[in-house]
């Protein structure tokens, strides 16, 4: 009787074992299964689409959509700048060799619309807004913010001017250094023959770099009486652009540094600059002398000599 129940017991036992492992590997299975599912949902959502030339591709080359096809990689192993749409690259062209399989970068393309010769001419033009004009103003490295200064920058424009004393009233002949600020919030259209911002370019590692620009003049969109004014001062003194935020849009009220006006500027202000107020006239009266007089000739000799009675 011992015997039957101490085999019952362990039979008991082993099931119980059996069950116990059982269940203990289920639970390290779905441990594991659940494991891979956060790996596997990590490593997807690290995942982006990117360009990729399916061909070479040679310089000045203008894109469409049968020279690549989107590829997905790890997020971590994109450079920067790396294109992932078809919006940012098509229209554009290729200012750097690609070779095939490559990844599209935005630094080695660039818009068709900054080429020279007349598609320039229309887009710039087109870029013109309604009621300006475009004109050109020479500027130097000061001038334009380091060269820094990009087409659809916003700046202000300030002038400095030199005149005289007799102009400002101090009544020496010596002449001074003035500033007047000109208009706020004014567009760039160009900068040299450049008509849009050039895409960054990028090193080695796929870092952006930025490139001072060397061009010599800027194109500013201007109203015809700004664009004339602007042609004034530029014959009377230097300009200097103040390169504005892109978050700062309002006009702040400023006037010209030692002169007494808080009008803007016009026509009125410029010109009380460099034209003084008439000078109240001296009036010289003649001595009234006889008013019979005789006109006498010795040889070349004239006398004229006044008549008595």
Known sequence: MNKRISLIVGAVLALLAVFLVKLYLNQQGE???????????????????????????????????????????????????????F??????EAVAPIQKGEPIMLGKLSSAARKTGPSRASSLSTAT?????AITIPVDNIASVGGMVKPGDSVDIISLLSISSAQTGSGSKKKKEVIVPLFQNVSILAVGDETTAEEPSVDEKGKAKSKASSAKTVTLALTPQEANIIA?????????????????????????????????????????????????????????GPSDTVEIYRGLKREIVPLTE
């Not at 790996?39 to 049968?66: G, H, M, W, Y």
């Open 31 to 85: 441990a594991i299964r659940i494991q891979q599912q956060k790996q596997f949902e990590q490593e997807r959502q690290s995942q982006v689409p990117v360009l990729v030339a399916k061909k070479d591709i040679a310089v000045n080359t203008k894109l469409d959509a049968s020279m690549f096809e989107v590829a997905i990689a790890p997020a971590n192993q994109i450079p920067p700048q790396t294109a992932s749409s």
């Open 87 to 92: 919006e940012q690259v098509l229209g554009k």
């Open 129 to 133: 807004p309604s009621g300006k004009r």
């Open 232 to 288: 004034f001062v530029q014959e009377q003194g230097k300009l200097r652009l103040v390169l504005r935020s892109p978050k700062d849009a309002a006009a702040e009220p400023a006037k010209p540094i030692d002169i007494k006006a808080t009008e803007p500027v016009s026509w009125d202000t410029l010109l009380r600059l460099f034209i003084p107020a008439d000078a109240p006239r001296r009036v010289i009266r003649k001595e009234e």
